[in-house]
């Protein structure tokens, strides 16, 4: 038997924080008053709106549509009545178009499509397409694209490694709805024309492999692969996972793709499940709601367009000393301006930290140690494309491998001088695509 | 409820490591060398100690305030607060030169009088004068000339300690080569500097556990005991301040550059390892954050090199001692490693773009 768990190069190990959150079991977060949803949820265009103000609508009801290929349709989280469509603060802090829908508190359901029971691949494309599926771990990747590759396939990857501290709504998922999921992922995999799926998932996470091997085992199903890896920040990283699951690299500059791999994360394969199965679409999801700022740490089904404020209330209420809220985990997750914002479909985790498990890091000036570059998971060197970028030359940071960042930000964490690397990349990145370098 | 939330860039967690924490570690690691220091040359190294920190944190205050007067600003109170001494790495540095100093013995005990040493409070041999002269020139060649002069921590081309214990030795040879006695070792073992300063002035020796704890001559105060400074070493690997291989990698390469160049004898390369600083060097001064390779490829080349400069000055060269050379030579060498030896990004190179963009 080859090695117990798989790894990438690199990484760093920050504290995990899961157990405040881990044994939670899943819970429904009770609907608010008023649903915010926002018509940007995610990378691609924002959606475009088929509701007017004032129309009834029904818990499931396609509210807007996609806007091109690169774009996603939008449902109704609650039913009642269309408030208004207007500006509001979303997850990035910028003013965009939100639609706002006052809940009746009925919840009567629409099923917009019909449950598919012997799906053709070309039907689970477009299920999972008019379903409003997007890829759930954070960067809102429409997944019918991801379903249409140009190359040929061969392999199925479940991201299940859920590498950032403090979450742990995959591993909920895994160890309550493992059935789903994995049927779930199955049919991505057949949409792809797969057989083959792969869960690549931290070896620490006992229960939620347990759940899955049980499954197998009942199923009998033999091209499933639980592939344990081993507990290290950013193993949840595309290409690191692809590594580590299949020993295949992605191609710099290509995509997963490119080594015949497609990478899914676990939530999209539960809702993927919903819409093909069930005629469902996304309009709700798994979060976690952690951090010591919250009274009743949990894993919740969130309606799509909850906000904060209201999310906390479901938690037992904020202690009176949070001093920081996250939408997403701590190492790459952005800190949110204010409580009156919507969580999207992309919200894995909501965490409401007090002073001490956070750090506003004064830096320092770099004492060349190393660190950041041994750290990279990519294998850049940091430190280079830092001080060329803070010299304004951009061509340099680009010659140490700045477009190749994946932005995981173990180089800031692992920074004893506490310097900005990741930000200092993202300017170069920027600053390569606007001067065309 | 006010939204008093404190908004800032990710990562929002950091390792708890912090430059001034790593420096703390490595005083932490420095201290069993320095017990062993006191233990086998007497109190006069605390003294020699206290005096190399002052000046080391003196003079790097001082170009601070140099520094804000020639910008024409005032140095404030918040100045002096966020003054680059309290990263400690130049206690760090003040340290580690006097654990490269000698024990400054009157001139005139360098023949038999050494031997009248018999305890770590017996003072009266002791040159004050030479201590001060030598403490306060080193600590000011190493911060203000090879630290500050070249922007500070992390931009200094060389190992600050180790260059100025090279600049006292060049400049003040007979200063530094002088009188020098283990309290400890037995008295045959002369006053001569080390074994490496000639066959005649110590034995050949053989009896490597005594060498390795301490019981022999050496240079500096510091390198007297390879236990002391092994034991750092395991901190500092514990720790996760420096990586093992490199110290290890400077160790097995002058041990096999010195077996080759001794001509394949076993027993002079063990003998050779356990004198002079070797440990000390590719423990303290080698791991040096800002002067060795960022790349692990780029830090064997660095050890590799350490290891033919050592066994190259010791066997061809006129110097009995080449540890201080050789490490220094390869800290000038390291920006071209670091310019060379850059890793290969995860996934290959980039391919050259296929389409013109128009």
């Not at chain 1, 008019?130 to 991201?159: C, E, Q, S, W």
């Not at chain 2, 130049?90 to 050494?114: I, Q, S």
Request: with cysteine; net charge positive; hydrophobic share 45%.
């Amino acid at each position: 038997m080859k090695s117990f768990t798989r790894f990438f190069v690199a990484g760093v190990h920050p504290h995990g924080m899961k157990s405040l959150s881990a044994e939670t079991p899943i819970e429904r977060c009770p609907a608010p008053k008023r649903v915010y949803i926002a018509l940007s949820q995610g990378v691609g265009k924002p959606s475009h709106p088929v509701v007017e103000v004032g129309d009834t609508v029904k818990m499931g009801r396609l509210i807007a549509k996609a806007d091109g290929p690169v774009s996603a349709n939008l449902f109704a989280s609650v039913s009642g009545k269309v408030a208004e469509i207007a500006p509001y603060t979303d997850t990035a802090g910028n003013q965009s178009r939100h639609i706002v829908i006052d809940n009746d508190g009925l919840d009567t359901a629409e099923k917009p499509f019909t449950p598919l029971l012997n799906p053709q691949p070309e039907e689970i494309v477009k299920r999972v397409s008019d379903a409003g599926i997007v890829g759930m771990g954070g960067a809102g990747f429409p997944t019918h694209v991801k379903l249409t590759p140009k190359k040929r396939i061969d392999v199925y990857i479940v991201n299940a490694a859920e590498c950032e501290p403090y979450i742990t709504c995959d591993y909920r998922l895994l160890t309550e709805y493992a059935e789903q999921v994995v049927e779930g992922a199955f049919l991505l995999a057949a949409a792809v024309g797969v057989t083959k799926v792969c869960f690549g998932i931290e070896a620490d996470k006992l229960r939620a492999i347990e759940a899955l091997k049980r499954y197998k085992a009942e199923k009998n199903l033999h091209n499933l692969t639980v592939v344990p890896l081993k507990t290290r920040y950013p193993q949840g990283a595309e290409k690191q996972l692809i590594y580590a699951v299949t020993r295949r690299r992605v191609p710099s500059g290509g995509l997963p793709m490119d080594c015949g791999a497609i990478v899914g994360n676990t939530h999209t394969a539960l809702s993927a499940y919903y819409a093909v199965r069930e005629g469902k679409p996304l309009y709700e999801r798994v979060m976690t709601v952690s951090g010591k700022g919250i009274r009743k740490p949990s894993n919740l089904w969130v309606r799509n367009g909850t906000r904060y404020g209201d999310i906390a209330e479901a938690c037992g209420g904020e202690l009176n000393n949070t001093a920081k809220i996250l939408n997403g985990g701590p190492m790459m997750g952005a800190s949110q301006i204010s409580r009156d914002i919507a969580v999207t479909k992309t919200t894995g985790s909501l965490l409401f930290l007090t002073k001490d498990e956070f750090v506003v890091a004064t830096s320092s000036p770099c004492i060349n140690c190393g660190k950041c570059g041994r750290a990279c998971p990519m294998r850049l060197m940091p430190m280079y494309i830092d001080s060329f970028a803070l010299a304004g030359d951009y061509s340099g940071s680009k010659k140490y491998g700045a477009l190749e960042c994946i932005e995981c930000g173990c180089c800031s964490y692992i920074c004893p001088a506490n310097r900005y690397l990741v930000q200092s990349v993202k300017l170069a990145k920027k600053k390569i695509k606007e001067l065309g370098l | 409820m006010a939204d008093n939330l404190v908004v800032s860039v990710s990562p929002h967690i950091r390792a708890k490591h912090t430059t001034r924490s790593i420096m703390a570690h490595v005083l932490i690691a420095l201290a069993p060398a320095f017990a062993a220091a006191v233990v086998f040359f007497g109190v006069s190294v605390i003294a020699q100690a206290v005096l190399c920190v002052a000046v080391c944190a003196a003079s790097e205050f001082l170009f601070g305030l140099c520094r804000a007067l020639a910008a024409k600003r005032k140095f404030t109170k918040h100045d002096a607060k966020t003054s680059s001494i309290w990263d400690l790495s130049c206690v760090v540095t003040g340290l580690l030169l006097a654990l490269n100093l000698p024990v400054f013995l009157k001139p005139e005990t360098a023949g038999g009088a050494a031997h009248n040493l018999t305890g770590i409070f017996d003072l009266q041999y002791i040159d004050w004068g030479r201590m001060v002269f030598l403490c306060v020139v080193g600590g000011v060649v190493a911060i203000v000339l090879v630290k500050m002069a070249f922007g500070g921590i992390g931009k200094n081309f060389a190992n600050p300690a180790l260059t100025a214990r090279i600049f006292l030795a060049l400049c003040f040879a007979s200063f530094m080569g002088a009188a020098t006695r283990n309290i400890l070792a037995p008295a045959d073992i002369t006053t001569g500097a080390t074994f490496l300063g000639g066959a005649e002035s110590e034995a050949f020796r053989t009896d490597y556990l005594n060498m390795f704890l301490g019981v022999k001559n050496a240079a500096a105060v510091g390198e007297v005991s390879a236990a002391a400074l092994l034991l750092g070493g395991i901190y500092l690997c514990v720790m996760r301040i420096i990586d093992w291989k490199l110290p290890l990698a400077v160790l097995l390469s002058a041990a096999l550059f010195i077996f080759l160049f001794s001509g394949f004898k076993l027993e002079l390369t063990l003998t050779h390892i356990l004198s002079g600083g070797l440990f000390l060097g590719a423990i303290f001064m080698a791991t040096d954050y800002s002067t060795s390779p960022n790349t692990f490829a780029g830090s064997m080349i660095y050890a590799a090199g350490i290891g033919f400069l050592v066994a190259l000055i010791r066997f061809k060269g006129g110097y009995p001692e080449g540890v201080s050379f050789a490490i220094v030579m390869m800290n000038v060498v390291t920006p071209l490693i670091d310019k060379y030896v850059v890793p290969i990004p995860f996934g290959g190179r980039a391919r050259k773009k296929l389409k013109t963009e128009n």
